[in-house]
């Protein structure tokens, strides 16, 4: 009895079929991500403007925003500017008060430069290192996820 075998030709095609639907069809199309707005206050409620927040996932890349004069913030996906949202799952959220330099700066090192000329952070600096930061949310899928911080304030 003769046992008939595929061609090598016709496995070839299948599998060339199989990675096309895959690519087609997106295996993995990046990170889920989902949309995040908030606001930033003082503990009493006074919004901050020039607060630097970032988003840190476990899962993916960070998202960062500045807030506006109102406090509020959107957060866009480190990875891609046009992105906005963060990872769906757990972060830790860091924050940075810019107010005294007005801006973000940083050298060609990455380390911050401090243009202040004498200010003084309005925040506590309990909030500027995420993995000590005691900020904490978690992003869920399918939802447009608002948060509002409250900031204590820096010691005098």
Same mark, same amino acid.
């Given at each position: 009895?003769?046992?008939?075998?595929?061609?090598?030709?016709?496995?070839?095609?299948?599998?060339?079929?199989?990675?096309?639907?895959?690519?087609?069809?997106?295996?993995?199309?990046?990170?889920?991500?989902?949309?995040?707005?908030?606001?930033?206050?003082?503990?009493?409620?006074?919004?901050?403007?020039?607060?630097?927040?970032?988003?840190?996932?476990?899962?993916?890349?960070?998202?960062?925003?500045?807030?506006?004069?109102?406090?509020?913030?959107?957060?866009?996906?480190?990875?891609?500017?046009?992105?906005?949202?963060?990872?769906?799952?757990?972060?830790?959220?860091?924050?940075?008060?810019?107010?005294?330099?007005?801006? /973000?700066?940083?050298?060609?090192?990455?380390?911050?430069?401090?243009?202040?000329?004498?200010?003084?952070?309005?925040?506590?600096?309990?909030?500027? /290192?995420?993995?000590?930061?005691?900020?904490?949310?978690?992003?869920?899928?399918?939802?447009?996820?608002?948060?509002?911080?409250?900031?204590?304030?820096?010691?005098?």
């Amino acid at each position: 009895m003769e046992v008939r075998r595929p061609s090598i030709l016709l496995s070839f095609a299948t599998l060339c079929c199989s990675l096309l639907s895959c690519f087609i069809l997106g295996c993995d199309s990046g990170p889920k991500v989902s949309e995040v707005t908030g606001v930033v206050t003082l503990a009493n409620g006074k919004p901050l403007e020039l607060i630097h927040i970032e988003f840190w996932s476990e899962n993916g890349p960070r998202s960062y925003a500045k807030t506006d004069d109102s406090g509020n913030f959107k957060l866009k996906l480190d990875t891609d500017a046009q992105l906005t949202g963060a990872v769906i799952g757990k972060h830790k959220v860091s924050c940075r008060d810019t107010w005294p330099s007005k801006d /973000d700066v940083l050298t060609d090192g990455g380390e911050w430069v401090d243009n202040s000329k004498g200010k003084k952070a309005r925040i506590h600096s309990k909030y500027s /290192d995420y993995a000590a930061s005691p900020l904490a949310y978690e992003v869920k899928a399918g939802e447009k996820n608002h948060f509002e911080i409250k900031l204590d304030p820096a010691p005098k």
